[in-house]
């Protein structure tokens, strides 16, 4: 099996050991001829180890795709809370900002380019409507809908790692698109998917057919055992439950692993690669 060598640097911030990415050999987008486009968003974290957490994952996503699964800095932006430590010089992720960069990017892509949306953060639920929590006034997740539907890639990606995703699920859904949430519509405590669903993406143990990649789905199925195992090891409450929807019918699959015996979602995540083809 092939293997993409990758080094790890380690940053220690204010006591806490933050882990970055830095594959030593850039991987290829693609070769469908379209070009992938990317944006990373962290919302307000009140709890500072909380922050600390939200901020190293959004570390590593931006390594990531500009290292592992070759995106070019022009076509990956990233706006995070002001009251980060580390990223500076990124934007800062206001209503505004998103609105500008989905924008942007619904001026540049074509069809046959694919588009991703990550966020992390806060939200809450109010009177059945997801809000993102930023800096300045919030997003709704039918505002969010509207903006992501301005951008015409024919292939998107959007995570939502945040209290009560799964309500978002539906509205964000359509043909091409793949929706992971953190959490179900009902769950609304702070998640930890991301911390756990960022390094899947290169862990080795993710490669689950041993094909030497990693699909989208490979990584989910990873990041759910490890956040499954996280809870059951404490013997705590699990308070939140990842999940899936890639066929556009709406409807959040909590074990997309089973898409062959349910013939539900998980199909198009088995075969959609962030680091390329």
């Known amino acids: 099996m092939k293997m993409t060598?990758?080094?790890?640097?380690?940053?220690?911030?204010?006591?806490?050991?933050?882990?970055?990415?830095?594959?030593?050999?850039?991987?290829?987008?693609?070769?469908?001829?379209?070009?992938?486009?990317?944006?990373?968003?962290?919302?307000?974290?009140?709890?500072?180890?909380?922050?600390?957490?939200?901020?190293?994952?959004?570390?590593?996503?931006?390594?990531?795709?500009?290292?592992?699964?070759?995106?070019?800095?022009?076509?990956?932006?990233?706006?995070?809370?002001?009251?980060?430590?580390?990223?500076?010089?990124?934007?800062?992720?206001?209503?505004?900002?998103?609105n500008k960069q989905m924008n942007r990017f619904a001026a540049s892509l074509n069809p046959k380019d694919r588009f991703i949306f990550y966020y992390t953060g806060q939200a809450n639920v109010v009177s059945e409507t997801l809000r993102l929590n930023l800096p300045g006034p919030d997003i709704t997740h039918k505002q969010l809908a509207e903006w992501i539907n301005a951008i015409k890639a024919s292939s998107m990606l959007i995570v939502l790692d945040c209290p009560g995703a799964g309500l978002a699920v539906k509205a964000l859904a359509g043909q091409g698109r793949i929706i992971i949430g953190a959490c179900t519509a009902e769950q609304h405590y702070s998640t930890k998917f991301s911390e756990y669903f960022v390094p899947a993406l290169i862990k080795q143990d993710s490669d689950a057919d041993g094909d030497g990649r990693i699909s989208l789905l490979e990584a989910f199925t990873s990041a759910c055992k490890s956040i499954d195992d996280f809870y059951r090891q404490r013997s705590l409450l699990t308070t939140e439950t990842p999940v899936l929807e890639d066929n556009a019918d709406g409807n959040a699959n909590r074990q997309?692993?089973?898409?062959?015996?349910?013939?539900?979602?998980?199909?198009?995540?088995?075969?959609?690669?962030?680091?390329?083809?």
């Open 256 to 277: 997309p692993w089973r898409y062959e015996q349910d013939k539900t979602d998980g199909m198009a995540a088995s075969r959609f690669f962030l680091s390329g083809e």
């Open 5 to 98: 060598k990758i080094s790890i640097l380690l940053i220690v911030v204010s006591g806490f050991l933050l882990s970055v990415f830095a594959g030593t050999n850039r991987r290829p987008e693609p070769k469908n001829g379209g070009k992938t486009y990317v944006l990373i968003v962290c919302g307000i974290n009140k709890d500072p180890k909380d922050r600390l957490v939200k901020d190293e994952a959004v570390t590593n996503l931006n390594r990531y795709f500009l290292n592992n699964a070759g995106v070019v800095a022009e076509r990956l932006s990233v706006l995070v809370d002001n009251k980060t430590i580390v990223l500076k010089g990124s934007g800062i992720s206001t209503a505004e900002n998103i």
